[in-house]
């Protein structure tokens, strides 16, 4: 038969401690979006006992070995006289691991590592509405510094160039076309109507992906050409 509350002993906010009864456990961890009864770790209150406005933040640990990870719960009460507090929400701690690139974007474009992991931070944060305007930062950065390196211009005319006029001048064909359609993209973050209504940030970030690739490919494949210019000949 199921229970109808479950005791928790909590911290108070003014010092002290206390017991006090909830309508149920969290079902499902946010973080895995498994259930199972979690366990309980700890709590307090964020308020004076027995205000109707006191809040309980009580911690979890999820109960799957695959996670065992924590996440908080929030429980209000119900009306003035409720003793009971209830389930309101539950609240995942962000884990974020910056992505690293190689040394080849690094020495070419120092800004496009920090400027891409700021976007990723902001889509870790749910901000999906600006987080596709700073993977287009990154990529713009990437090209135009690209650019500097073959001094196919000035660099302060590479600089004053549009995204698009930019991408225009990259000789390699494969670079060129990856940055073009990630430019596309990242347009359609910026601007009021979407024209590839059909894509989304995930495409956006696999152009972007396969416009370094192509870039880091580009870059080892001179170094090879430096350093091997000839074919040696065989010593007899």
């Not at 302060?156 to 995204?163: C, P, V, W, Y």
Request: charged fraction near 35%; glycine fraction near 8%; proline fraction near 3%.
């Amino acid at each position: 038969m199921a229970r109808d509350t479950f005791t928790l002993r909590i911290q108070l906010e003014g010092g002290g401690r206390s017991e006090v009864e909830i309508n149920e456990f969290p079902d499902e961890c946010p973080l895995c979006r498994e259930g199972g009864e979690p366990k309980y770790i700890l709590g307090h209150s964020l308020g004076r006992e027995w205000d109707y406005d006191e809040v309980i933040e009580a911690v979890f640990q999820c109960p799957k070995n695959k996670c065992k990870r924590f996440y908080i719960a929030y429980y209000g009460k119900s009306d003035r006289m409720g003793r009971v507090f209830r389930l309101r929400r539950k609240l995942a701690p962000h884990y974020w691991v910056p992505k690293e690139f190689s040394d080849e974007i690094e020495n070419i474009c120092p800004s496009f590592e920090r400027i891409y992991n700021q976007a990723a931070i902001a889509e870790g944060f749910g901000l999906d509405e600006i987080c596709g305007g700073g993977y287009r930062k990154a990529l713009e950065f990437l090209v135009k510094d690209c650019l500097i390196s073959t001094k196919v211009k000035t660099k302060k005319q590479i600089i004053g160039l549009m995204l698009g006029e930019a991408i225009v001048l990259i000789k390699d064909k494969n670079i060129q076309a990856c940055a073009k359609r990630a430019a596309w993209l990242g347009n359609d973050e910026l601007h009021y109507t979407r024209v590839w209504g059909e894509k989304d940030i995930e495409n956006l970030k696999e152009l972007i992906k396969l416009t370094v690739h192509w870039v880091e490919s580009e870059i080892i494949t001179k170094e090879y050409e430096k350093d091997m210019p000839v074919r040696r000949k065989i010593k007899k």
